[in-house]
């Protein structure tokens, strides 16, 4: 079930604990949202444009591991708009991501010594 935020700082509350300055998801993912859930989104994304000018061009999310070294994207290709993900298609590469990082990591432990 999710959870509701009725303080007055909702987006403080859902980043919790964390010291994450972006919110960063997949095209993929989105587009895989039911229709109504995506109209919705864009409505709200339309509205933050109104209000600011924030949009940077020329910027890129690229993923490191703890020791700086860039990692491969498993969400990057959006199939010009056709990926829908499923649950387990989402699953299945949130792992292969984290077993990525994890392995990088260790292969740099590795070559320092």
Known sequence: MAKVYNCDAPIHDWFELTYAQYLAIPRSVLQSMPIDWQQRFVKCLNEL???????????WVKF??????FMKDHFADYERGRRIMTQEKVKHLSKAHEQEYK?????DKNAKK
């Open 103 to 107: 392995e990088s990591n260790v292969k």
């Open 49 to 59: 444009d109104e209000r600011f000018e924030w949009r940077r061009s020329g910027c």
């Open 64 to 69: 490191k591991n703890s020791r700086g070294r």
